[in-house]
C-alpha cells in the first residue's frame, strides 16, 4: 500500500460514520452477556440524573452515594474499598490533577471513579478531556495498522533515532543508520515512536487513522450519566505531523473516562459497552428507579481479531516496556503477581504551562480481563508520583479484594 494515498472526502465522511453508529457485527466473546444485553428495558430508561454531582462522592462502609435535587440519593456502582484506596494514594502523595477510573468488564459498570484537584478550583477530571492522549494514541494506531493494512504483533520494523521526538529524517528507510529492529508488539511496549511513525506512514492514510479513532469514540462524548467532553482527533495529511499524531504527539485528546473505555472496548474482543456508575436512585425509603444491571453495547469497534492482536503488543509494556518499573520492584518481583497486565503509557509535557501528562490505560487479568483501569496525574515540574504507579495501586487493591493476591 503506498504511503499516501488520495482523501476521498465522501468515503472518509462514511467510514466515521459507520464506526460511530451503534452496531453489534461479527462474532462477539460475551455472547452469555451480549445475547441480554441492549437498549435499557423500558423501566430502566428514564432516570431523572439532572443535578448529579459525582464530585460529592460519599463512601459508606457498603456504599457509594451522592445527593440529587428534591431530597433524593443516587447510589452508584462504586466499590467503596476501592474508592477509598484509589483517593488515598491521591491525597498520600498530593497530585496536583488526578482522574481515575476502573470498569467491570462484562457490564461496564465503574468501580472506581476517583478525582481529585489538589489546588485551584474543582472539577471532574475523569470527564475532561483537555489532556493530550499522549501514546495511549498508539493503541489506536496500532488497531488501524492490524485492521486496515493487515499487520500483526510480530511485524517487524528497523528504524534509528525516534526515541523522544521523530524527525523527517528518522522515518527515511536507511539500511546503513536503521540498526535497531522491533516488532509492533516490542515497539507498543516501549513506546517507539519512530517505529509507530514509518509504519502509519508506509501503511495507513489520515482519513484511515481518523476512522479507527472515530470508531473507539474520538469525536464525540462518552454516553454517561453526567455530561462529558469529546475527546478530539485532527490528524493532519502533511506526512511528517501525520507520522507524529500516529506516534502520539498532540492532535489528539483524551479523557479518564474515555482512557476506560478504549481499553474495556479491547478486552472485549473490540466490543464497546456503555459505561454506568448509577445503580439506584431512592428518596427517603423508596426506590424511584434501579437499573437493571444489563450491559449496553454501544458499538463493535474492530474486529475480534484485531483486539487480539492489540492485547498482545500492550502485554509488553509491564512486562518488560515503559511500565515495567512501576509494576515490579528493584529485584524484578511483581507487584501484582499471577496477574498478566495489558496496558500502554503515555507521556507528553506541555512545557509553556508547566504541566506533566502520563498516562496508564489498561485491563487484567490479560486472558481473562475482569477490570479495565484508566488513570492520568498531572504534575508540575515538582512530581511525587506518575500515572502507570496510580494504576498500580488501584489495580492491586482490586485484586487483593477479590482474593486473587
Known amino acids: 500500500?503506498?504511503?499516501?494515498?488520495?482523501?476521498?472526502?465522501?468515503?472518509a465522511a462514511a467510514g466515521i460514520i459507520s464506526a460511530l453508529v451503534p452496531v453489534v457485527q461479527g462474532n462477539i466473546p460475551l455472547e452469555a452477556a451480549l445475547s441480554k444485553a441492549g437498549p435499557t428495558r423500558k423501566k430502566d430508561?428514564?432516570?431523572d440524573l439532572k443535578g448529579l454531582d459525582l464530585l460529592r462522592l460519599r463512601a459508606q462502609p457498603r456504599r457509594v452515594t451522592t445527593p440529587l435535587p428534591g431530597g433524593r440519593t443516587a447510589e452508584l456502582t462504586l466499590d467503596p474499598e476501592l474508592q477509598r484506596a484509589a483517593t488515598s494514594v491521591m491525597k498520600k502523595y498530593r497530585v496536583p490533577e488526578a482522574g481515575a477510573v476502573l470498569m467491570d468488564i462484562k457490564t461496564g459498570e465503574l468501580l472506581v471513579y476517583a478525582s481529585q484537584i489538589h489546588e485551584g478550583e474543582k472539577f471532574d477530571v475523569n470527564v475532561k478531556a483537555e489532556a493530550p492522549a499522549a501514546s495511549i494514541f498508539k493503541v489506536i494506531?496500532?488497531?488501524?495498522?492490524?485492521?486496515n493494512a493487515n499487520l500483526n504483533?510480530?511485524?517487524?520494523?528497523?528504524?534509528?533515532?525516534?526515541?523522544s521526538s521523530i524527525t523527517a529524517g528518522e522515518l527515511q528507510e536507511d539500511p546503513a543508520r536503521d540498526k535497531w529492529c522491533a516488532t509492533l508488539a516490542a515497539a507498543m511496549g516501549r513506546s517507539l515512536n519512530v517505529v509507530f511513525g514509518r509504519l502509519s506512514q508506509k501503511h495507513l492514510t489520515p482519513e484511515e487513522l481518523t476512522a479507527t479513532g472515530g470508531a473507539f469514540g474520538f469525536g464525540q462524548p462518552v454516553p454517561f450519566a453526567v455530561p462529558t467532553e469529546a475527546s478530539q482527533i485532527a490528524i493532519p495529511s502533511e506526512p511528517l505531523e501525520f507520522a507524529r499524531t500516529s506516534a502520539g504527539f498532540w492532535n489528539t485528546t483524551l479523557s479518564p473516562l474515555h482512557g476506560a473505555s478504549i481499553a474495556q472496548t479491547i478486552a472485549n474482543g473490540g466490543v464497546t459497552?456503555?459505561?454506568r456508575i448509577v445503580r439506584s436512585i431512592?428518596?427517603?425509603?423508596?426506590?424511584?428507579?434501579?437499573?437493571?444491571?444489563?450491559?449496553?453495547?454501544?458499538?463493535?469497534?474492530?474486529?475480534?481479531?484485531?483486539?487480539?492482536?492489540?492485547?498482545?503488543?500492550?502485554?509488553?509494556?509491564?512486562h518488560n516496556g515503559s511500565a515495567y518499573t512501576q509494576f515490579h520492584d528493584k529485584q524484578g518481583r511483581p507487584f501484582i503477581p499471577?496477574?498478566?497486565?495489558?496496558?500502554?503509557?503515555?507521556?507528553?509535557?506541555?512545557?509553556?504551562?508547566?504541566?506533566h501528562y502520563t498516562w496508564f490505560v489498561g485491563f487484567a487479568p490479560a486472558e481473562k480481563p475482569e477490570v479495565a483501569v484508566s488513570v492520568l496525574v498531572v504534575n508540575t515540574p515538582i512530581w511525587r508520583i506518575k500515572g502507570p504507579m496510580l494504576a498500580q495501586e488501584v489495580l492491586k487493591a482490586y485484586f487483593r479484594k477479590t482474593g486473587k493476591i
Open 141 to 147: 494506531t496500532g488497531a488501524s495498522l492490524v485492521e
Open 45 to 47: 430508561a428514564g432516570p
Open 273 to 275: 459497552l456503555e459505561p
Open 282 to 318: 431512592t428518596k427517603e425509603r423508596e426506590t424511584l428507579w434501579e437499573s437493571d444491571g444489563k450491559p449496553r453495547v454501544l458499538r463493535r469497534a474492530v474486529k475480534p481479531e484485531t483486539a487480539k492482536e492489540v492485547t498482545k503488543m500492550m502485554l509488553q509494556t509491564v
Open 153 to 163: 504483533a510480530k511485524t517487524e520494523q528497523c528504524y534509528h533515532g525516534g526515541r
Open 338 to 355: 499471577k496477574i498478566h497486565i495489558a496496558g500502554k503509557t503515555g507521556t507528553l509535557t506541555n512545557h509553556k504551562a508547566n504541566r
Open 1 to 11: 500500500m503506498g504511503a499516501w494515498r488520495k482523501w476521498v472526502g465522501v468515503g
